[in-house]
């Protein structure tokens, strides 16, 4: 697998997220923040709006309902 956008895809080479390390995604995006860097979908919208590495976790900001 490979992060680099770069990098042509073969039949042995295969594509996974610089963030998140996913490897099955249904959009690959390139990065902003590390070019020459592919991210999957979730990661490369996250960062496009926050301007910022989506994190592995997000904090649960409601309480108990």
Same mark, same amino acid.
């Given at each position: *697998? !490979?992060?680099? &956008? &770069? ?6 080479? +295969? +594509?996974?997220? *610089?963030?998140? +390390?996913?490897?099955?995604?249904? !959009? ?5 923040? !590390? ?12 960062? +496009? !709006?926050?301007?910022? /590495?989506? /994190?592995?976790?997000? /904090?649960?900001?409601?309480? /108990?309902?």
């Amino acid at each position: *697998y !490979t992060d680099d &956008a &770069a990098t042509k895809l073969t039949d042995r080479v +295969r +594509r996974k997220c *610089y963030n998140c +390390r996913t490897t099955d995604t249904s !959009t690959w995006r390139r990065s902003n923040l !590390t070019p020459g860097k592919v991210l999957c979908n979730k990661c490369g919208l996250f960062e +496009r !709006t926050h301007l910022r /590495p989506r /994190p592995e976790q997000f /904090p649960h900001k409601r309480g /108990p309902m």
